[in-house]
């Protein structure tokens, strides 16, 4: 199922999964990864202070990478 998430590293606050559409274009502007044009994108936000982590690259292509990366702390990696 869906992964768990950590508190909000800002407030502690409870966080929820989160999902940007984007309007198809001929021209898309935005890209994952891999390539592939970003549609729908999701993300983690907080309830409590708002603060998300979309990012530079507007989001992530699937809810367990936005966990992922939510749920990575800096300083988490060696
Ligand atoms: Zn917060």
Redesign the pocket.
Known sequence: MSEELKP?P????KAAFGKTIYAPRKEPNAWFPDGTPITTAHSVN?L????NNRGLAGGYQTQEKAAIAWNTRAGDKA
């Not at 800002?10 to 606050?13: A, L, P, T």
């Not at 409590?48 to 603060?51: H, I, K, P, S």
């Open positions: 909000c800002m407030c502690g606050g907080c409590l202070c708002g603060v």
